[in-house]
């Protein structure tokens, strides 16, 4: 078969920078993989297949306007990039790592994962994940690959107890079964959130069992398309420790230091601080930052 007839193609250029491997990497999603120098992931109901060859996006098995959106690729990375860059440390960040984006991932998908990723590191969180898919999703084959959907919320409102054990979900587990039940029996619309404001929406996936204000934080930036969200987890709160501790008061900072978890009106100020010093691309400052800090030597 002729290779135009294989490949969709999208040229990237100055004006449309992105890096393939900083987007996939910088732990923002758990169930991509790359073989072979291509990057594999079931999204919704399909197995994407995309590879980045210099200025060059080449994608099978899914259309332009999606690959388009999942990844990004409508943000203007320029713009963002020049507003979120108040100071050096958040230059470093953002040259370090240019052509990192925000994904747009499914709600439904993102919701679970993050209630997942409580407490847990990432070759955990993607081992939970993977098990929920192999055992409530449904298989697809692939250039000799297994791959599977992500459970719908009715498979998941429907499995017992013991199935979600079998998981390795641990304590985790009554907080999917919950959410899955309210998102199944109540025909919950996550699209519905995009259009509303980033408060409002947050306040929203607040009643789901098992979501606190990171969760959600990280569910509105990473799946529904709020720019201004800044999830503030373990890294972020030592980003801000030591570079942009100035900015409050020093008995708020020994606080702070000495603990391992923040209590939510402390989450709430160093969340409103990410949010007002970096404006509207808040949270493309927090992935920025949040992967320089974890991956810098």
Known sequence: MDRDEVYLEIQLNNLCPLNLDFTLCCGQTFRWNKQGGWWYGAVEEKVIKIRQIGNELEFENVEMDFVKNYFGLYDDLSKISSQISKDEHIKRAVEAFKGLRILRQDPWECLISYICATYKNISAIKQMLSNLSKKFGDKIHLDGYD??????????????????????????????????????????????????????????????????????????????GKLEAFPVDVWIKRVILKYYESYFPNEFIRKISGKKSLTISEYKKLNLFGRRYFGDYAGYAQEYLYHYERTKR
């Open 147 to 224: 791959f599977y959907t992500f459970p719908t919320p009715e498979r998941l409102a429907k499995a017992t107890a013991e199935e979600l054990a079998k998981c390795c979900l641990g304590y985790r587990a009554k907080y999917v079964s919950e959410t899955a039940k309210a998102v199944y029996e109540n025909g919950f619309e996550f699209e519905g959130l995009r259009g509303i404001a980033y408060e409002k929406a947050k306040e929203e996936l607040l009643n789901f069992s098992g979501v606190g204000l990171k969760v959600a934080d990280c569910v509105l930036l990473f799946s529904l």
